[in-house]
């Protein structure tokens, strides 16, 4: 069996990827960057590096070969341009080979209008139901040029597709961390049909691997439901962990904003507590200055008694 596997590596991917490395390098260093964008971190940066390993592991190794006789082979071929390097190289971008892009108003509509949310998710699941209907992928994978172009345009969406949850340009990135995570978790369900499909098919779906020389001497059938398998692996693990890094993502965000919210509230409910406090000591002082003084109240019974006694003994002397 892995005597007929053909360990081939195709030396003409590694030029080019090496290029486009050092491409990469000579764009961080010489292109201006915005104010607030002053350096790439070196992390997003050894990110793209292995984005684009990942992109020779499928291009330039054996799995381009096995891939036209596998369907699981294949499945995993293209799970490493598609939904493996995308997020490595997208969050490494420069934002000074991107933010042309963006400038004078025509350019500025056109990428306004692609990088939305709901125009970014649609284009690849669409192109990968119409690619994985059987007649459709029996036709690509007899014809070479529409084989490549399908693949192709499967690539660019999937790029796409991941753009607004990795957006490079701060200006361009329209969701927060929540609907971050709701538009991972649509595009993980949107998956769930084909991978369903592959798992539980009883039947051949696609017939050009039916002929081709399997080199595992795997059923057409079995290979169906490991590509299936791995498209399930894809969504939890893939999908998944890109939901655990953004809902930790906003975690951390507000256990950052909580002391500051509970400073304010403090010095909201101090400047409250004296605001209230002057307004109760100016209602008191005015209502002293109104109310008018007390009357003299009448005088004791011990003292009527001695006037009394004393106009009595006036008249006894006067008599």
Excluded at 34 to 57: D, E, I, W
Excluded at 63 to 91: G, K, N
Excluded at 115 to 144: G, S
Aim: glycine share 4%; proline share 8%.
């Amino acid at each position: 069996m892995w005597e007929s596997i053909p360990w081939r590596w195709d030396p003409g991917w590694a030029i080019v990827l090496f290029a486009l490395a050092l491409l990469y390098e000579g764009a961080i260093r010489w292109l201006p960057a915005p104010s607030s964008h002053p350096t790439t971190p070196f992390s997003k940066r050894m990110g793209v590096y292995a984005g684009l390993l990942l992109c020779y592991a499928a291009l330039g190794s054996p799995l381009a070969t096995l891939a036209r006789q596998s369907l699981s082979i294949y499945m995993c071929w293209l799970s490493l341009l598609c939904w493996f390097a995308p997020p490595l190289v997208l969050p490494g971008l420069p934002p000074g080979l991107l933010s042309p892009l963006g400038r004078g108003r025509w350019r500025r509509t056109v990428v306004s209008f692609l990088m939305h949310p709901v125009i970014a998710l649609i284009p690849f699941h669409v192109t990968f139901f119409i690619v994985f209907y059987p007649p459709i992928f029996d036709a690509l994978f007899t014809r070479p040029l529409q084989r490549l172009t399908a693949e192709v345009l499967l690539v660019l969406t999937a790029y796409l597709m991941w753009f607004p949850v990795f957006c490079p340009v701060r200006g361009w990135d329209r969701l927060n961390e929540w609907k971050k995570m709701i538009y991972i978790t649509i595009s993980a369900l949107l998956l769930t049909p084909v991978s369903f499909w592959l798992l539980f098919a009883d039947d051949i779906l696609f017939h050009v691997y039916e002929t081709a020389i399997n080199p595992f001497a795997f059923d057409p059938v079995l290979e169906q439901r490991i590509a299936g398998a791995w498209m399930k692996f894809v969504q939890v693990f893939l999908f998944g962990g890109t939901f655990t890094y953004w809902f930790i993502r906003w975690v951390r965000k507000e256990q950052k904003r909580e002391p500051l919210n509970r400073k304010t509230a403090e010095r909201e409910a101090v400047a409250r507590h004296l605001l209230n406090k002057r307004v109760t000591y100016g209602k008191s002082a005015s209502t002293s200055l109104k109310t008018p003084s007390k009357k003299r109240g009448k005088p004791s019974s011990e003292v009527v008694s001695l006037l009394e006694l004393r106009r009595k003994k006036n008249r006894r002397t006067d008599t």
